[in-house]
């Protein structure tokens, strides 16, 4: 059983070693990746099974007790995210063997992805908030690698900007933690829960909290400290754009979503209307930006911003069911953000550009690429029967109920103008003619297309499938939201009271 908890961690970490083991050998690189991925997938199917069935599952690592030593928890919120990360980390990984160049693949790609997925996952599983900082460390040094990887030009100035942010937000959170520790004299999450009500000291809790809504923040793109993800995410090559798209930015979501139903709750009538407003104005200013731009990843880029507001709005809401919505959300999102961005690889490797306007003519030459970008693309507008209508619809009638009339409305507003933005897309990409001159796709670029579908075909079969079958994700959704509301399994299974 402890093992179960650890490999999500132990897996990629072995991976990443194997690879710059065998740092010359691109073949038996690529071929280990692959395995890692897989091995990831399985582990993390079955952590959601055993948590699903036998409740929260904790672990002590050197069998120091809580709230003294390392902490791994996996309840059903981290299980489910451990396991979307582990699809999606899967599918970028089929994706890159048929999308990555060889000389980013010959400077470490492979080791990085998977450092990378061990951040993520560690972030997801840890019981501590030293830790989350340590594993927060681990994912955003290899994400400042592999966004500046190969040395272009707009590479590095996107990953300078990157960096500064992120390297801000780290300084944050770290701040954050020392004064957290100062106040309760633990960083244990489940422990800082029993002490944190019994302080007394309100204000400085509340201080505390404001500290961590900015850092997380800044790592989950809300406003208005957004504007570092549009002008760094569509820089890298797709594959690393789609990990980044699908993964980064929920991680700061998770975390804001786990210290505000778990330590900062005495004042939720101050901070989680706050957290209210803030989703309101990430929905607007993110899909006005998208609205705007012209390139293809630019406009994804813009649209994760406003979609982040949707996935906090469940939080603000704090109530069951919001949190059940954001829950489902997310995991509608990380697998629909990231196709749209393999797909907009596809295309470029179809047209040779980014651009909209240099773009056209892609429904008649590749009616499959066209049909996989639609999928993925209404679902994120938010159009019955996939996942995303059923993930907006969850939210706004919990709105509604609320009668917060105002963020449920506009959360309506945005989805059509979503829907625009995505019709843009469609026009301009796939429906209009190709424009004069546009080169013609030679076999081997049509050979490797080929290989680049293949795992956008998985992503968009399973937005089906969430759609289809959304029932069984809400209920999950329902009960990781009641574990999250009524935190008393979480802090038994840690602390062992």
Known sequence: MKLLLVFPLLIPLSTAILCMLTWYNRSLQRSLALLGSGALLVTAIRLLTR????????????????????TLVADLFSSVMVLVSAVIGFAVMLYSLAHMDSGRESHGYYPLFNFLMMGVCGSFMTGDLFNMYVWFEVLLTSSFVLIALG????????????????????????????????????????????????????????????????????????????????????????????????????????????????????????????????????????????????????????????????????????????????????VHHIIVKTNLFLVSGAVERCGGSFELKKLGGIYLKFPLLAALFLIPALSLAGMPPLSGFFAKLSLIQEGLVLKEYLVSGVALVVGFLTLFSMMKIWHEVFWKDAPVGAAPLTARRQESLAGLLFPVALLALLTVYLGVGAEGLFWLSQRAAQQLMHPSEYLAAVLKR
């Open 51 to 70: 948590v699903t069935v036998h409740g929260i599952q904790a672990v002590q690592m050197g069998a120091w007790p809580a709230p003294q030593g390392i």
């Open 151 to 330: 040395g272009e030009r707009a590479q590095v100035e996107g990953a300078i900007k990157y960096v500064t942010l992120n390297l801000i937000s780290s300084a944050l959170f770290l701040a954050g933690v020392g004064i957290l520790y100062g106040l309760a004299g633990t960083l244990n999450m489940a422990d800082l829960a029993v002490k944190i009500p019994q302080l007394g000291k309100t204000h400085l809790v509340t201080a505390c909290a404001l500290v961590f809504l900015v850092a997380f923040g800044i790592k989950a793109a809300v406003f208005p400290l957004f504007f570092w993800l549009p002008a760094s995410y569509h820089t890298p090559p797709v594959a690393v754009s789609a990990i980044f798209a699908g993964l980064l930015t929920k991680v700061g979501v998770y975390a804001l979503i786990r210290v505000f139903t778990l330590i900062f709750v005495g004042e939720t009538s101050f901070t989680h209307s706050l957290i209210l407003v803030v989703s309101a104005l990430t929905m607007v200013t993110g899909v006005l930006g998208a609205v705007a731009q012209n390139e293809f990843r630019r406009i994804l880029s813009f649209h994760i911003i406003s979609q982040i507001g949707y996935m906090i709005m469940g939080l603000g809401l704090y109530t069951v069911a919001g949190l059940a919505g954001s829950i489902f959300y997310i």
